[in-house]
């Protein structure tokens, strides 16, 4: 019974201060610290927590906590869900990332985070991006409904660069290779010095909620950096995903 209280104590403690290592837990708890490390190893196996950063040293939560949270309050904000995940991604990119959400034609974005690097994409909080040529909005229409899709083909598709794509069939053609692979792509495509790799977030309907991408100047954009960040993005929306109910494959 010891044991399983300490594992709680632990749990709360993390979600205090995460990223905590287990030498501040020990301290804070009035345990030692290696009935902490017990506990740390428990919730780490049991799927609670996970190192920061792939440092085994310091520990933060996974969203299995912030799932039991939703089904005892009814609800999860959907940025409360991504951004820890989107940080990780930031992280391993060290490229922006972007959290969108759709709007008819269009998609807002709702969240960013920024890459260190000097050379970067600054978008402000609250642009509108067209569904058509963004790899956020793509990522979104990809996972829509025919119906949706074809609405949205109805209404034109607006040329804004040499890259846009203003052919139906293509688009068509484009949306499919995008729900194969797991994501979407732009490549100067709404903005000549804009591209980006997105992935598709999907609510518990298996309806698109939202899209998470990574942003980066078309300079950067690269076969091995596209294959690269489109595998962690995918990763990254699927995640979120889950978290918010979804369970289907994709």
Do not use: C
């Amino acid at each position: 019974m010891q044991s399983v209280l300490n594992a709680l104590r632990v749990l709360e403690e993390v979600a205090a201060r995460q990223p905590v290592g287990v030498a501040d837990l020990a301290r804070a708890l009035d345990l030692p610290k290696s009935s902490a490390q017990r506990a740390l190893r428990t919730l780490d196996t049991a799927g609670w927590i996970r190192p920061a950063g792939g440092e085994v040293t310091r520990w933060v939560l996974t969203t299995k906590a912030l799932q039991v949270g939703r089904r005892a309050t009814g609800e999860l904000s959907l940025r409360d869900v991504a951004v820890p995940l989107m940080e990780d991604l930031r992280r391993r990119t060290d490229e922006t990332v972007h959290l969108t959400v759709p709007d008819g034609d269009q998609v807002v974005l709702i969240e960013r985070l920024e890459t260190s690097k000097a050379v970067r994409i600054i978008l402000a909080l609250g642009i509108r991006l067209p569904i058509h040529a963004s790899a956020n909005g793509k990522a979104v229409l990809a996972s829509s409904t025919p119906e949706v899709i074809e609405r949205q083909l109805a209404g034109g598709l607006e040329e804004f660069t040499d890259a846009t794509v203003t052919d139906r069939d293509a688009l068509r053609a484009e949306l499919a290779r995008i729900r194969e692979r797991g994501y979407a792509t732009n490549t100067g495509e709404w903005r000549s010095d804009v591209s980006a790799v997105a992935a598709p977030v999907l609510g518990e309907s298996g309806t698109p909620v939202a899209s998470i991408s990574v942003n980066m100047p078309t300079s950067r954009m690269t076969p091995e950096s596209t294959a690269a960040h489109g595998a962690l993005v995918s990763e990254t929306a699927r995640q979120v995903s889950v978290a918010l109910g979804h369970t289907r494959e994709r």
